[in-house]
Antibody, heavy 116, light 112 residues
Framework: EVQLVESGGGLVKPGGSLRLSCAAS????????MSWVRQAPGKGLEWVGR??????????DYAAPVKGRFTISRDDSKNTLYLQMNSLKIEDTAVYYC???????WGQGTLVTVSS | DVVMTQSPLSLPVTLGQPASISCRSS???????????LIWFQQRPGQSPRRLIY???NRDSGVPDRFSGSGSGTDFTLKISRVEAEDVGVYYC?????????FGGGTKVEIK
């Protein structure tokens, strides 16, 4: 059974940094494209970015609001996906989900709150 | 960016009755490989989203056959043949053809 478990969320001040992790199991992580999607409180879904498998180049793509501030990476030896978030803004407050591919499976999400 | 427009915003339905949600894209979702990457998600209250349908009309494993997807080009529909209580939640369409991937605003399905 596919499992995705996010961690690392919390309260951070504007301008601060946070690193989220997503531990994956139940599938061949190294072959999978992985994505981060966020949902602001009471709002809809927003794509954050994706990372391809290393065999497909391992490249990343980001949505415009986070480009240059967020970095997605992966450690296939640990079956773990990461989201490094820098220069955080109040509008980055959201539940952050990791997903396989383009939303095939989702984790339970981790809440990031950016507030002074 | 491709804009995904869903309607209606809210959909009150009677148990056992059908329901239909529309999703329109601002550009064709036909990819260069000939596939159309239109996906439907369900988000029940307090839960993570769950994929129901991929590539317009393919149901994910475990999704009841009362859910069906149809459409082409820029016009797509999710239908529930007979709404059950567990279908309450917000439904989102999403396009996976053009970067950045974009979601519709969501349709809230509730029981009358």
């Amino acid at each position: 059974e596919v499992q995705l478990v996010e961690s690392g969320g919390g309260l951070v001040k504007p301008g601060g940094s946070l690193r989220l992790s997503c531990a994956a199991s139940g599938f061949t992580f190294s072959n999978a494209w992985m994505s981060w999607v966020r949902q602001a409180p009471g709002k809809g879904l927003e794509w954050v970015g994706r990372i391809k498998s290393k065999s497909d180049g391992g490249t990343t793509d980001y949505a415009a609001p986070v480009k240059g501030r967020f970095t997605i990476s992966r450690d296939d030896s640990k079956n773990t996906l990461y989201l490094q978030m820098n220069s955080l803004k109040i509008e980055d407050t959201a539940v952050y989900y990791c997903t396989t591919g383009y939303g095939g499976k989702w984790g339970q999400g981790t809440l990031v709150t950016v507030s002074s | 960016d491709v804009v995904m427009t869903q309607s209606p915003l809210s959909l009150p339905v009677t148990l056992g009755q059908p329901a239909s949600i529309s999703c329109r894209s601002s550009q064709s979702l036909v990819y260069s490989d000939g596939n159309t990457y239109l996906i439907w998600f369900q988000q029940r209250p307090g839960q993570s989203p769950r994929r129901l349908i991929y590539k317009v009309s393919n149901r994910d494993s475990g999704v009841p056959d009362r859910f069906s997807g149809s459409g082409s080009g820029t016009d797509f529909t999710l239908k529930i043949s007979r709404v059950e209580a567990e279908d309450v939640g917000v439904y989102y369409c999403m396009q996976g053809t053009h970067w950045p991937l974009t979601f519709g605003g969501g349709t809230k399905v509730e029981i009358k």
